[in-house]
């Protein structure tokens, strides 16, 4: 197969068959613990006529038994791990296009679980403690984590929006300070989206914002 190693003679014949069978299991997508049960195997015949294939199988099948985001995130670290292997040991493969499509997907799904946290965190407020700020950190922390993501806009608004509520809602001698706070982050948010849907609703925190910061 494209992009596998050369064969080593002493490997011929048993790793093959044993990656062969692999191969067809696989295909049927299996429970995440029997694949994590298999996968391992591979390792043991790094050469075989079939390595490729049931790298790939064995990360797709990871990928494909992946939960919803909101749930516990485990096992698509797993997968992604899985498929980065793939993709590093088969940079040639005519599969890895579609194995780095799952990585980002799977990127994706990670970045989005983060963003719920943090509306969730927003929604909060100040009950039982300052969610605004836990809001503001698991954001800038998703963002650091995957800079690329498409979710970017969304979290930039969201620390954006929740600095500027965090200052509408704190006791006076914090207002001007963290006002002003808002302030610079709204311009760092106009910088990287100008044209931005959020940008209406980002103006009007901006004006009040300021108008309490010059008065």
Do not use: W
Not at 11 to 36: E, Q
């Amino acid at each position: 197969p494209s992009g596998s190693p050369g064969q080593s003679p002493a490997l011929t014949g048993l790793p093959s068959r044993v990656s062969s069978g692999i191969i067809r299991s696989l295909h049927c997508v299996p429970s995440r613990s029997t694949v994590l049960k298999r996968c391992p195997s591979l390792d043991g015949y790094p050469n075989g006529v079939y390595s490729e294939q049931s790298r790939f199988y064995c990360g797709k099948s990871l990928f494909l038994d992946t939960p919803d985001p909101r749930l516990d995130p485990t096992s698509t670290y797993q997968a992604i791990e899985e498929l980065q292997v793939f993709v590093e040991g088969y940079p040639e493969s005519s599969h890895r296009a579609e194995a780095e499509d799952m990585i980002f997907n799977m990127y994706d799904r990670l970045v989005e679980k983060e963003y719920k946290t943090a509306t969730l965190y927003y929604n909060m407020g100040n009950y039982l403690g300052n969610n605004y700020q836990a809001c503001v950190i698991v954001s800038q922390n998703a963002l650091l984590d995957f800079p690329s993501s498409k979710y970017r806009e969304d979290l930039s608004f969201l620390i954006y929006k929740a600095k500027f509520q965090m200052a509408e809602e704190s006791v006076l001698e914090k207002k001007m300070d963290r006002y002003r706070d808002a302030i610079d982050e709204y311009y760092a948010f106009k910088n990287d989206f100008p044209e931005s849907d959020y940008m209406k609703e980002a103006e009007k925190m901006f004006q009040k914002a300021t108008k309490y910061v010059n008065d």
